[in-house]
């Protein structure tokens, strides 16, 4: 009898624990949205449509945010996505078999480095080199295009985006390593043994049958480049300008939230819970993506992410 | 040409072009390490980490009470999400096919790609604004809240490598499920429960957008965990967008021991790993 009340009470405990984790996420979404009604009900659909954000007089709108948070994730994405394949692409199937563990694991070492020394580097180090180097080669030569209008500052969106894209580097890298490995060695071999050269093996075999693994893989680094929020804040420049050129300083959601916390209060803080709100459903609807990709069965090869892969990302940081 | 000089010549620029990839990738990021070290050692020293931040314009000064905010945040964060992520793991263990795991499951996805600063937000909302302060306690319950996903998912994955062989002989022997957990499941799972812990501290130490929004920050040695309380990231943030030559060269101080904190974190994790992979 005592065994058994204790062995209930155990599995209550187990139970609450994992009830708490439900509340938990849903608590923080549903009190989130909450603060952040009064900013909706006051400005409705013009908050995402309108670029004036001046606190004082209760004005938000947050289209040069939103579209400076999409600039920066896409230029980051589109530097690192090429690299990180093709790094991945030699740790998975090129480098020497001694080399393959340690390289690997440092690329998994520097996913663990915190986003406000990329931040530190990217202040210190990269923006003095791109407004001397890079930045002041686009203004004076191509400065006549929109896009790359100087004078070259080295904060802005270019700095901030080549952060990101060192970031996200790392764990598109580590997954997408990861999920190559998993293909069967037999479908290499029994390609190599038809006569197929290296890369014929890589982009007939390899990529395709792991092509769900590498989309997920990108879209997590999107989902990190979207949330990130210090790293971006130190390089940006923070002004409220619609991103038009590359050199030109801009702001990002998270950064606007970074720098006005603070002072923030009533509808202002409404406004900025709004924004937390924002990121929260694209980031949850670009993970959820994500998930569809890593659990869709491929045909060539039971791609090995079954559930063990999730927990390797999740060390990969947020 | 013939076809297969073509094939192997294109094969060889593609596999180049991957190679240099790769090397791209490993000098940019051995760059950022090279300068946190470089940097970093310059600064780095004994009253550095334990003397308190000085002045503008005052020589000298360290980090010290970051450093102690920092383990005692993370801590914190620690104690708070250690005890409820393994409960709720065993749960899921337990009931692998439950509704309720299904969702728990989800939610720890969920969870783990919500950017830390919207948990930050959620955090000063709710204990900020409403105590009216910022404090070391908030600042941990919002890195426990960071480590819930990665803590609850590598905990359930670790315990799903305990054999079903072994947990039926467990109840063919007339254990209950409880003897089970406590006596086979989870010490034949520390190793690896160990490792998830780790690698949630290692995150949870490197988070600034949590604490800044809850703990902010403090020039003065920590002596209660109501007050605002200084941290290395924080701190690191603060210095590095500071106009003083001496607080920038502080922040790469403090960015090499952050650094060093979590790459040993990193690697302790992996050979623990390893070790316990060995032992089964």
């Known amino acids: 009898m005592r065994a058994n009340t204790r062995e209930g009470l155990f599995h209550y405990i187990t139970l609450f624990a994992a009830l708490g984790l439900i509340a938990l996420v849903l608590g923080i979404f549903l009190v989130v949205t909450m603060q952040a009604a009064p900013a909706w009900r006051a400005f409705g659909v013009t908050f995402l449509t309108t670029s004036i954000w001046d606190p004082m007089r209760n004005e938000f709108g947050v289209v040069p945010a939103l579209l400076g948070t999409l600039a920066t994730a896409v230029l980051a994405l589109a530097v690192a996505t090429p690299l990180s394949i093709g790094a991945a692409v030699f740790l998975s199937e090129i480098v020497p078999q001694r080399l393959r563990r340690p390289l690997s694991f440092m690329v998994e070492l520097l996913a663990a480095v915190p986003s406000v020394v990329y931040g530190l580097w990217g202040l210190f180090v990269l923006a003095p080199w791109l407004r001397t180097g890079l930045g002041q080669f686009l203004a004076e030569h191509l400065g006549f295009l929109p896009v790359f209008a100087g004078p070259s500052l080295g904060i802005g969106v270019l700095t901030a985006s080549l952060v990101l894209a060192i970031m996200v580097m790392p764990t598109i890298t580590a997954i997408s390593g990861e999920v190559m490995r998993a293909v069967p060695t037999e479908l290499r071999e029994a390609m190599f043994a038809l006569g197929a050269t290296r890369w014929e093996v890589v982009t007939k075999v390899i990529l395709p049958s792991s092509k769900p693994g590498i989309v997920g893989a990108i879209l997590l680094g999107l989902g990190r480049a979207i949330g990130e929020a210090i790293a971006v804040t130190m390089v940006i420049g923070n002004a409220n300008l619609i991103p038009v050129s590359l050199l030109a300083p801009a702001q990002t959601m998270a950064s606007l939230i970074v720098n006005e916390f603070p002072e923030a209060f009533d509808l202002h803080l409404s406004a900025l819970l709004l924004l937390a709100t924002l990121l929260f459903l694209i980031t949850l609807a670009i993970n959820l993506i994500a998930a569809w990709f890593f659990y869709r069965p491929s045909q060539t090869a039971e791609v090995a992410v079954k559930g063990s892969l999730w927990a390797k990302l999740l060390r990969k940081g947020t | ?280």
């Open chain 2, 1 to 280: 040409m013939t076809n297969l000089r073509k094939r192997k010549v294109a094969g060889q620029v593609f596999e180049t072009l991957c190679v240099l990839a790769a090397g791209l990738a490993i000098l940019v990021l051995s760059l950022i390490l090279y300068y946190v070290f470089r940097r970093g050692l310059a600064v780095v020293n004994i009253s550095f980490l334990t003397s308190l931040p000085a002045p503008v314009g005052v020589t000298g000064g360290g980090i010290g009470n970051a450093l102690l905010g920092s383990l005692l945040m993370v801590g914190v964060g620690a104690l708070i999400a250690v005890p409820i992520c393994i409960a709720a793991a065993v749960f899921l263990d337990q009931n692998p096919t439950s509704k309720i795991s299904a969702f728990a499951r989800f939610a720890s996805r969920v969870l783990s790609g919500v950017p830390s600063m919207v948990i930050g937000l959620f955090v000063f909302g709710q204990l900020v604004l409403r105590t009216g302060s910022y404090s070391a306690l908030a600042g941990g319950i919002a890195l426990s809240i960071v480590m819930v996903p990665v803590i609850t998912l590598s905990a359930e994955e670790m315990l799903r490598l305990v054999p079903s062989s072994q947990r039926e002989a467990s109840m063919a022997l007339g254990a209950t499920k409880q003897q089970t957990v406590f006596r086979l499941i989870l010490p034949g799972a520390a190793g690896g429960l160990i490792v998830g812990v780790m690698l949630a501290i290692a995150l949870a130490a490197g988070q600034t957008a949590p604490v800044l929004l809850t703990a902010l920050t403090s020039r003065f040695w920590l002596n209660s965990l109501f007050q605002p309380t200084a941290s290395l990231p924080v701190l690191i943030y603060h210095y590095a967008t500071s106009p003083f030559v001496d607080w920038q060269a502080h922040a790469w101080g403090a960015a090499l021991v952050l650094v060093a904190v979590i790459l040993v974190l990193n690697v302790t994790a992996q050979l623990v790993l390893g070790l316990s992979n060995r032992r089964r």
